[in-house]
């Protein structure tokens, strides 16, 4: 089991960042896809805590950066995911 963090975006943001609040550890900082959808596998512990910071940006600077936080991941099997995106 691993956890699975999967962001619904805003077409207008241009990138996603996803981060663990406390030590600042970056698990995602990735290019916003056309379909808004953005998935990724993280390690368990975020399946059973709430220390997830998770941002979404644009590379222009035109709108406000806005962040998500006390995020847990959803507990899933890898052999099972989908990770279509």
């Known amino acids: 089991m ?3 963090v999967e962001c619904d ?3 207008d943001a241009e990138r996603c960042i996803i981060m663990d609040r406390n ?3 970056v698990f995602a900082n990735a290019k916003v896809n056309t379909s808004g959808v953005l ?3 993280i390690p368990r512990e975020y399946a059973v805590n709430n220390h997830l ?3 979404i940006i644009d590379d222009t600077g035109e709108f406000n950066a ?4 006390g ?5 899933v099997d890898i052999n099972t995911v989908d990770m279509s995106q």
């Open 2 to 4: 691993v956890g699975l």
């Open 9 to 11: 975006l805003d077409l």
């Open 23 to 25: 030590t600042m550890t």
């Open 39 to 41: 998935k990724r596998i």
């Open 53 to 55: 910071l998770i941002g």
């Open 66 to 69: 806005v962040f998500a936080d």
């Open 71 to 75: 995020v847990k991941a959803q507990l």
